[in-house]
């Protein structure tokens, strides 16, 4: 089983985040899916689909079943390998392109930081972008990499630990802040298609 239980509270945090924010009919990112657990709560509250992305295989197999433990349709949970740190692009990757309502991380400090032009990219303006699997002390660390992108920023937290949420900034006389970030325009690499 990889990470995603539901018992972890960082996974809570974002459940509780999740249910706040799924009215219907969105377009849900869960960077860093484990389990498969947030994707598949999003669809469950009435999201129209997500996105499920991880860096290892194994989180996909297990997010896999637990889709089809679930009954959701293979379309509404399409699951994506995210390229390691500085691999190469193969001639197998192909580029995908996507635009969310939600985008939801819990993926622990490094990597947030690490990934967040590229998360941001991947969001309409006016997105809620949710962030997780930090510690209390970590969460001025997150706010300073993200607040150039983020506005009405929150911070909900739970046992020590903390998820950071807010919504993209319009940028005005940019269509939307992806213009700010071409080089990640909202590309998700993915092998062809073996994990759906
Ligand atoms: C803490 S678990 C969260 C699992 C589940 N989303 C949850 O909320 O319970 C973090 C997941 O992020 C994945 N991950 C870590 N770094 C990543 C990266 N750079 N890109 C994509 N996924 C990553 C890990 O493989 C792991 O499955």
């Not at 399409?78 to 390691?84: F, H, N, T």
């Not at 993926?107 to 947030?112: D, G, K, T, V």
């Not at 807010?166 to 092998?191: E, T, Y």
């Amino acid at each position: 089983m990889a990470f995603g239980t539901g018992e972890h509270p960082t996974t809570r945090l974002c459940l509780i985040l999740l249910n706040g924010l799924i009215k219907g009919g969105e377009a849900v990112l869960d960077y860093g899916t484990g389990s498969g657990i947030l994707g598949i709560a999003a669809v469950k509250m009435g999201a129209a689909f997500s996105v499920g992305v991880d860096i290892e295989p194994q989180a996909l197999s297990s997010a896999r079943q637990n889709i089809a433990l679930n009954a959701i349709e293979p379309g509404r949970m399409p699951l994506y390998l995210a390229p390691v740190k500085d691999q190469t692009r193969s001639d197998g990757l192909k580029t995908r392109t996507e635009s969310f309502d939600v985008i939801i991380a819990n993926i622990l400090l490094n990597p947030l930081t690490e990934l967040a032009e590229e998360l941001v990219s991947y969001g309409k303006p006016g997105a809620v972008v949710g962030l997780s699997g930090i510690l209390h002390d970590q969460v001025s660390q997150v706010e300073e990499k993200y607040s150039k992108y983020l506005e009405s920023i929150s911070v909900s937290e739970m046992n020590g630990w903390a998820c950071l949420a807010g919504s993209l900034k319009w940028i005005k006389g940019h269509h939307n802040i992806q213009a700010l970030h071409r080089d990640f325009a909202l590309k998700l690499l993915f092998l062809g298609n073996p994990w759906t």
